[in-house]
């Protein structure tokens, strides 16, 4: 189910988010606490659009882009070991708020992701349409190469 996500949603899925998501994320910040991840989807959320799935109840998956300015957003994704059950309407909600990001102006979205995190790049690619722009060498905090995906206006999957 798909619903508005809020501070508590994103505390728990950032205290239970998947181990490779922790490891994609924390070498990206300053301070990497799964605290301050949920308090920074609520800013991100402030920038943009965003939006929580759950599953029985639970909050699976939180999901957003986030406008970095008029014309470029930034996607960003992080859910529990859960994730696989909410798949299918986690990849079509996402979709959504890539049309409604591109609807709004922004004529790029960007995502970064860990050059291990194979099943993300995956996801981006056939699920969602990104494609891959950038190999961004020693980009995290423990030296690990990223990854940039980019999503045009002009090339939006219809799901």
Known sequence: MIVPLTL?????????MRDEDWRELSALRFSPTRERFAEEAMIAAQRGAALCVERNGRPVAIMGCALVHPTLATAWMWATDEFPRVAVEATKAALAILRATHEGGVVRIDALSHWESKRAHRWLRRALGFVQTALHEKYGADGADYILFTHWRDHVPTG
Do not use: T
């Not at 508590?8 to 239970?16: D, G, I, N, Q």
């Open 8 to 16: 508590e949603r994103a505390l728990y899925v950032s205290r239970h």
